[in-house]
C-alpha cells in the first residue's frame, strides 16, 4: 500500500464506487482544482506521519488510507452525521481511516506541521475511526476545531 493519496483514493467510496464516474454533474473544476490542493497537504502530512513512524491503515472498504473523500450532495444528504455544508462537497476535506486514533494524536502533537500544510483539524472527540482533515480554515479559524 502506497502511503500517498491519489485522485482515484479521493474518488471512490468506501463501497468502491467511482463517485467522480457516478456523478459527473456534480464534480465541477473548481473541486477537482481544490482536491489537488487538498492531496498535496495532506500527502505531505502523511510523509511526515510515516518518518516519524505512525501506522498508516488501509480501510477495509476501499483498500486506501481513506475512510471518505469527495462526497457529492446526494451521498453527503445520506451520509450519518455529515454536515450540510460539508466541506467534503467542495473537494476540501477529508477523513483518514484512523482506527486507533493514531493519526489524531499525531495531528494534535504537531499543530506546527499542519499549520505549514495549510491543513485543519477537526477536533478527535468528535471523529473516533477517522481523522478530519481540511485544507480550508474553519470559520472559528483554530487549527483543530468543533464542527
Known sequence: MTHALTRDDYFTGPDGERRDLAYPQDLTQQIEAMVQVLLTRINYVLMLMSADGVPLVAHPGSGSLLSSGWRPPMVNAATPGAAKTSKHMTGA???????????????????????????????????????????????????????
Open 93 to 147: 476535506a477529508a477523513d483518514l481511516y484512523d482506527p486507533n486514533g493514531k493519526l489524531d494524536e499525531w495531528c494534535a502533537t504537531h499543530l506546527d506541521a499542519l499549520a505549514a500544510a495549510g491543513l485543519w483539524l477537526e477536533s478527535p472527540k468528535a471523529t473516533v475511526g477517522w481523522c478530519h482533515l481540511q485544507c480550508l480554515a474553519p470559520r472559528s479559524g483554530n487549527r483543530v476545531f468543533i464542527p
